[in-house]
Nanobody, 115 residues
Framework: QVQLVESGGGLVRAGGSLRLSCAAS????????MRWYRQAPGKQRELVAV???????DYADSVKGRFTISRDNAKNTLYLQMNSLKPEDTALYLC?????????WGQGTQVTVSS
């Protein structure tokens, strides 16, 4: 089992920045990948960024150049640095950990961007 707790969301004006955190605990050895998703009301869940551990990072086209995914191994924490935020970035942001084909989810943290 992997437990994930997100934090760092909030209300920010367009053009502003936020950094989301996802603290991982439990059976976190040999994770395959960690991901950030987001879900806006009435829309499907969208993959925002993925960190394939030891390999590469990938981003949705809508956030490329603005968002950065990273990981602090010593703190067992995943981050999402979000810059130049837009109102369309408003959503519940969820962290997910991929281990042995099983996806573990956190509860999410709300990000609201005002125009």
């Amino acid at each position: 089992q992997v437990q994930l707790v997100e934090s760092g969301g909030g209300l920010v004006r367009a053009g502003g920045s936020l950094r989301l955190s996802c603290a991982a605990s439990g059976s976190i050895f040999r994770l395959n990948a960690m991901r950030w998703y987001r879900q806006a009301p009435g829309k499907q869940r969208e993959l925002v960024a993925v960190l394939i551990i030891g390999v590469r990072t990938d981003y949705a086209d809508s956030v490329k150049g603005r968002f950065t995914i990273s990981r602090d191994n010593a703190k067992n924490t995943l981050y999402l640095q979000m810059n130049s935020l837009k109102p369309e970035d408003t959503a519940l942001y969820l962290c997910a950990a991929d281990k042995d084909g099983v996806l573990y989810w956190g509860q999410g943290t709300q990000v609201t961007v005002s125009s």
